[in-house]
Every structure is written in C-alpha cells, then in structure tokens.
C-alpha cells in the first residue's frame, strides 16, 4: 500500500501558500490542515472574552479551553470554535491585527504544536503555517518555503480583503504586512524562517495553478520513491 505522505508549507503571509496548500492536498487527496486560522480563532475567543492580552497566563488559559475543529462543507474548510463556524470572522482585520500577539506566546504555541503534531500522525496531510517545518512536523517527508516579493503579496492581501468587502489603501497593507513580518521573524518562539531541508519556490510571478503543480509534482516523485524503497 502507498504510503501518504506529510507535507509542510510555510511562508509570510501573501506568499500564497493557504490557496496552494488547500488546493495541493485536494489534488492529492491528502486532509489539509490551516495552523493559522488556529491561532486566529483563539485571538477571535480572547477579544470576544475581553482577556487582557498582555497577561500571558490568562491568554494561554483561555487558549487550553477552547476546542478548534475543521470540516469541510463542498470544496470550502469551515473553521469551528467550541462548536460555532468562525471561518468568516477569524479572517477580519483586527484578527489579523492582534494574532502576532497571541502567536508570539509560547504556552500557546505549545498547547497547538501538540494538536498540530496529533492531526499529522497517520500522514496524508499538508499542513501549512510560519514555523511547520521548523518546529511542528520536523520529520515531515517534504517541506516546502513560500514567498514572494513585498509589493506582490501586498497587491495579493488587498484584492483578498477586497473580497471580503474590506478597502484598505495599499500603503496600509503593505506596511501591516511588513510589521507581521518583522514579528514573526524575529520572535523568540519558532520565528518564521524556512528550514534547513525546504524546498524554496518564489511564487511572485507564478500562479497558484502553477504553485500546486510544482508540489503536487514533488510530493508524487516522493511517493514513488516510496514506493521503490519498499519493494
């Protein structure tokens, strides 16, 4: 039997590494897992709880008592939270403006590395996030690094929010994205960067049809490999 493999995608945010990991794990009919719409919907629990953000205890407390679920309703990932669908919700502005805090918190990133590594166990997963390679799936079978050049993923995150019915003048975008940048490379817990062993793909002038054949394409070659070794 062919083994499924683990698949870990990173990269900063606009690189577009959600689309293409959502798409690649359809195409391979592999489960897909958002590490960062995990996060989101702990920061989406913490404002709505009015937990202090800055007291770490108590962020990381609310964060053990929350229960995060994925399903998938057609081709769409619905996010749940206790329960409730925040898959809309968790991608508005001021999420996207507080998560950095939340993230940068290492008892939560603690409390998700363990659901993260738990969702990944029998394979057959592409799991994307900052530091999936790094630090949650350091053994996975490929690891792939996304990125792009500033200007692009700031053009990317608009015409995103635009879709959401949020207009944000470019400017604005870039910069909050050059702020979480900064953010994630530099904290002291898991900073973003792309492991030793990834495979590094510059998506600024390629589609997302082009991004997920190039994986697709690597993780079918792994497969084989497999396949051969086991013979």
């Known amino acids: ?22 798409m690649s794990a359809q195409k391979l009919g ?19 709880n ?6 770490k205890s108590q962020v990381v407390k609310a964060a053990a008592e929350v229960q995060i679920q994925f399903t998938r309703t057609g081709d769409r990932l619905e996010v749940l939270l206790d329960g409730k669908n925040v898959t809309d919700k968790i991608r508005e502005p001021h999420i996207g403006k507080a998560v950095g805090l ?4 290492p008892g939560v990133r603690a409390i998700l590395v363990n659901l993260q590594r ?13 530091d999936i390679g790094t630090r949650v799936l350091p053994n996975a079978d490929l690891k792939f690094f996304l990125d792009a050049d500033i ?7 608009q015409s995103q929010l635009a879709e959401q019915g949020v207009e944000l003048e470019y400017e604005t975008v870039k ?22 062993d990834a495979i590094l793909i510059d ?29």
């Open 1 to 22: 039997m062919k083994r499924k493999l683990t698949i870990a995608i990173d990269g900063p945010s606009g690189s577009g590494k959600s689309t293409t990991a959502r």
């Open 30 to 48: 592999y489960t897909y897992v958002d590490t960062g719409a995990m996060y989101r919907a702990i920061t989406l629990h913490i404002l709505n």
């Open 50 to 55: 009015n937990v202090p953000m800055k007291d």
């Open 102 to 105: 939340v993230s940068e918190i």
């Open 118 to 130: 738990s969702l990944a166990d029998e394979g057959g997963v592409v799991m994307e996030g900052r």
């Open 151 to 157: 200007e692009e993923r700031a053009h990317r995150r």
């Open 175 to 196: 910069q909050e994205l050059i702020d979480r940048d900064t953010r994630d490379s530099e904290r002291d817990e898991s900073p973003l960067r792309a492991a030793d």
């Open 203 to 231: 998506t600024t002038n390629l589609s997302i049809e082009d991004q997920v054949d190039l994986i697709v394409q690597r993780v079918r070659e792994k497969e084989a490999q497999e396949v051969t070794l086991h013979e």
